[in-house]
């Protein structure tokens, strides 16, 4: 070997060590989340309300809650953002609407998390009287997640070949009918990746709904959207930092902390299924 | 078409279109709330409400700032001097300071007295201040109110100290606040920046197909756990580490914050910077290792030069994520408001500011609008980031 | 300088389960222009990225065979890839210079094989320019961006850029087919003059460039390397009928 490729391995080799790490820090995170908190999880601990101050009992509020908010940003954000993703790559040409709108919706991405906080806040919870309650937290965290499904939406609906698009408008379609019967079938798993990341991504924020929805400690179920709900990432700051008795609590916390990780997981491991499943279809074709 | 297909087509269109206009009305209503709420902290001073400062009827000072208040009742000024009075020495007088000075008997049935009794001991005391509570203030006061200037944009950007519960006047010095978001987000992006570009250029440029297969999915799985949990890894992992390694009294530190936000921004830093390196043109690398360049020479002298505004984008949107991160940095900063001098101290980020103290403060009042004029901080410092990338990317080589 | 006499002995090569090369082989002779001709995808220009294994970087690629160079064997494991790189110049087929200056770009193969005497660099790169026929069209502007230059003078100045590195053998991978015909006819006099000091192999779709500019010609066919012989004789007397459609242009 001559010194220049001797050098270069050397530095090749750091290299993969470095990106190593990157997989290291990940398995220690999950590793250590997941060894501690599989021995707290159980049907009882997810199916029970948490008493003596939060030492003890479960997270079944707060999986609820979670649950609901889930459901409540979505119901909204993804048909607006699917919408809006078909607006944009279906019927605008490159124009100064179009730039506008993608430069918009790349600021609302940017605006950070603490920020969408304070504006649920002032709007939903005050302005609009909503308190705080589920749809309040809901419509924040929809807000938050839209940039997420147009971007998606729009990878998917692009990645659709444009001779289909042609061969539907020859045989006289309209351009709905076109949308409907051709494009959305072919970018639908796609377009299903971008909604799973979304849900995975509302399911851990805690910022927006510290104002809006979140409660601290609240053992029963909402029976209405503008009752307020515990939530898991909210409570698991709560267990950690203010609860009534953090040392206590740790367990809970790990065990919280572990279901969070788990929903992750789970919601990555679907969207890469939904992936490869719509690889092979796109491969047939 | 018929007619009915057309009608059809229009409405959709018409939905199509007000739906895309969702994301932008929503940036512009956040800005319209936030300055709604925060500028209107400019317009008052931080005086407790329903609380006057009142002065003996001689003194010649006409208006005194909200932190000078704070600055008397913490005996930090002690002269008139000193606020552009005269050579005297300051009495600050709470109420319960004064009503101590009289018995049970003087102050009357339900302290039906202590109003005359203020008034008298106010006029008769030449250096005194008080902060009264204005059902405490007779009618006919002939003591001095002494009008608080309004809290100046300056005063909110440059004050150094950051107490909202001061008594009776709060202290809104966003200074300490803002040095501490960067100083936190500079330390992780120091720290983040090597690993993460090295990580992007092994994934696009050497790593076999296998290793790429591996680095994908955790790169996902980084960027989707959820900043409660990295703040609840850094709380009991990060920090008894950083308390035991440098032998500190608190472990809850701007350096564990920069860690736990260092791992968070490397998802960020990695994607962006591998996909710039990915639009390397092929012709370029095989052009360079054809004239005999190492694949090592051909990375730094064509592929890192071409990928250059990619890298950079991928920098700003890092320190950007950074900046607006809360609810990690919130659980592991430790969250003194004081303007930091090592990597090793307590610090306070504006977001953890926001998150800590949104719930007690008292709608619409002071705090509550100090809260939201350092949300428009953050939102401005995050525009300009994102603006910065776009300008970035747009700029061909 | 150096000649380079170039052998190929029974090469075959898979790209995954697909065999892109058949039992080839070939020889050059120094000093000659030899052409590869073929209709797509018979394997031409596979061919020619293994003689300065540019194929290493491609993913799922096995073969088995030898390639010579000079009297030593390629793909030996002792071989200094880049080194061997470096004497063996390649030249692509769109025209592919650096984001950087003229001169830079000139200069990096002789910067990157640690050649840091100024003057000599300086000197080299004149005389690269010169010899690609590309001196009185830049000297001016040796400090303006490659990317400022037509497509003709920046495929002659990647030329020039190999020839800084001083190779014996030069591969050209279609290096007229993105340009106009000006441009070509400037190439293809730079290529007969670039002869009398390499060993040139190049890879063209083009018949006519073929007959007018190279010594020997070979003819590929799904991977097979049907003949090859002076090219006066490939193309009035083949041997073989495949090659007498080709070049009649009956297929291809």
């Known amino acids: ?285 | ?397 | 300088m150096p000649e380079y006499k170039v052998e190929v002995k029974n090469l075959d090569l898979f790209y995954g389960d697909f065999q892109a090369l058949k039992k080839i082989n070939f020889t050059a002779e120094p000093n000659t222009v030899s052409a590869f001709i073929g209709p797509s995808g018979c394997g031409k220009s596979t061919l020619l990225r293994m003689f300065n294994r540019m194929n290493d970087l491609i993913d799922g690629v096995r073969f088995t065979g030898e390639i010579y160079i000079d009297g030593k064997d390629v793909f030996a494991k002792s071989v200094d890839v880049d080194g061997l790189r470096k004497s063996v110049g390649m030249v692509f087929q769109k025209p592919n210079p650096f984001p950087k200056t003229i001169f830079e770009n000139v200069a990096y193969g002789l910067r990157v094989n640690g050649v840091n005497d100024k003057h000599f660099i300086e000197k080299q790169v004149i005389e690269a320019i010169k010899k690609a026929a590309l001196w009185d069209e830049v000297k001016d502007k040796l400090k303006k961006s490659a990317m400022e230059l037509s497509g003709g003078q920046q495929q002659r100045l990647c030329i020039a850029r190999t020839l800084a590195v001083e190779p014996a053998l030069i591969l050209m991978d279609e290096p007229a087919s993105a340009l106009d015909p000006i441009s070509t006819g400037k190439i293809e006099d730079l290529i007969f003059e670039l002869k009398n000091q390499y060993t040139i192999i190049i890879v063209t779709h083009n018949l006519q460039q073929a007959g007018r500019i190279s010594d020997y010609t070979a003819f590929f066919y799904l991977g097979e390397l049907v003949e090859w012989n002076k090219t006066k004789i490939i193309f009035t007397n083949p041997s073989d009928i495949r090659t007498q459609n080709y070049i009649t242009g009956r297929f291809g």
């Open chain 1, 1 to 285: 070997m001559t010194g220049k490729q001797l050098k270069q391995s050397l530095v090749f080799n750091i290299f993969r060590l470095i990106s190593l790490s990157v997989v290291a820090i990940l398995f220690v995170i999950l590793g250590f989340i997941v060894t501690r908190g599989i021995k707290v999880v159980n049907w009882e601990f997810l199916t029970s309300m948490p008493k003596d101050q939060m030492t003890h009992g479960g997270i079944y509020p707060a999986i609820i809650g979670t649950l609901c908010l889930i459901a409540g940003s979505m119901v909204f954000a993804f048909p607006i953002g699917v919408m809006s993703a078909i607006y944009m790559n279906e019927y605008l040409k490159e124009s100064f609407l179009k730039k506008f709108i993608r430069t918009m919706t790349n600021n609302l991405a940017g605006i950070p998390s603490i920020v969408f906080g304070l504006f649920g806040m002032a709007l939903f919870v005050n302005t609009m009287k909503f308190g705080d309650s589920i749809i309040a937290g809901s419509l924040t965290l929809g807000l938050m997640a839209l940039p997420v499904i147009i971007r998606t939406t729009e990878e998917a609906l692009k990645s659709v070949d444009d001779s289909l698009r042609i061969g539907s408008y020859a045989l006289g379609a309209t351009r709905l009918q076109t949308i409907r019967r051709v494009v959305l079938p072919v970018a639908f798993p796609n377009i299903l990746t971008g909604l799973i990341l979304s849900i995975g991504r509302v399911s851990g924020e805690t910022a927006p709904i510290l104002f809006t929805v979140a409660a601290y400690f609240l053992p029963k179920l909402p029976s209405s959207i503008f009752d307020s709900v515990m939530a898991l990432p909210y409570h698991l700051y709560v267990l950690t930092t203010s609860g009534t008795n953090v040392t206590e609590s740790r367990p809970m916390a790990y065990g919280t902390a572990f279901v969070l990780i788990m929903i992750v997981l789970i919601l990555n491991l679907l969207a890469n299924l939904v992936r490869r499943i719509a690889g092979k279809k796109t491969k047939m074709n």
């Open chain 2, 1 to 397: 078409m018929n007619p009915l297909k057309r009608f059809i087509e229009k409405i959709t269109r018409g939905v199509l279109f007000t739906s895309s206009m969702v994301t932008s009305v929503t940036v512009l209503l956040v800005v319209l709330f936030l300055f709604k709420e925060g500028i209107g902290l400019f317009n008052q001073n931080s005086v407790e409400k329903h609380l006057v400062i009142a002065v003996n009827s001689e003194n010649p000072v006409s208006a005194i700032s909200s932190t000078d208040v704070k600055s008397i009742f913490n005996q930090d000024i002690t002269n008139w001097k000193q606020v552009g009075g005269k050579d005297l020495e300051i009495l600050p007088r709470s109420i319960d300071e004064l009503a101590a000075q009289f018995t049970e008997e003087q102050l009357g049935e339900g302290f039906k007295n202590l109003s005359s009794l203020i008034e008298t001991y106010i006029l008769e005391t030449p250096g005194v201040i008080a902060s009264i509570p204005d059902s405490y203030l007779k009618n006919d006061f002939k003591g001095k109110l002494i009008p608080l200037k309004k809290i100046s944009l300056k005063e909110f950007l440059t004050g150094t100290e950051w107490i909202p519960t001061a008594h009776p006047a709060a202290v809104f010095g966003a200074w300490p606040l803002i040095l501490g978001t960067l100083w936190v987000s500079l330390g992780a992006i120091l720290l983040a920046l090597p690993i993460g570009l090295i990580t992007a250029i092994y994934m696009s440029e050497v790593a076999g197909q296998r290793f790429r297969n591996i680095l994908k999915p955790v790169i996902e799985l980084l960027s989707g756990i959820p900043s409660v949990v990295y703040g609840f890894f850094g709380l009991v992992v990060l920090v008894p580490l950083i308390q035991k390694l440098f032998k500190l009294g608190v472990g809850e530190t701007a350096l564990a914050g920069s860690i736990v936000l260092a791992i968070m921004s490397l998802p960020t830093i990695i994607t962006i910077a591998e996909d710039a390196l990915r639009t390397t043109p092929r012709a370029l690398k095989e052009a360079s290792l054809a004239l005999g360049a190492s694949h090592w020479q051909t990375l730094v002298r064509v592929i890192i030069p071409y990928a250059k505004s990619g890298i950079i984008a991928a920098v700003i949107l890092g320190i950007g994520r950074a900046v607006g991160e809360t609810m990690a940095v919130l659980m592991v900063t430790g969250n003194a408001s004081v303007i930091p001098h090592t990597f090793l101290e307590p610090v306070r980020t504006i977001p953890a500011t926001i998150a800590a103290e949104l719930g007690e403060a008292p709608f619409g009042g002071t705090h509550f609008k100090a809260l939201f004029a350092l949300g428009i901080i953050l939102f401005i410092m995050t525009f300009v980031f994102n603006t910065l990338v776009e300008t970035v990317k747009t700029k061909k080589i």
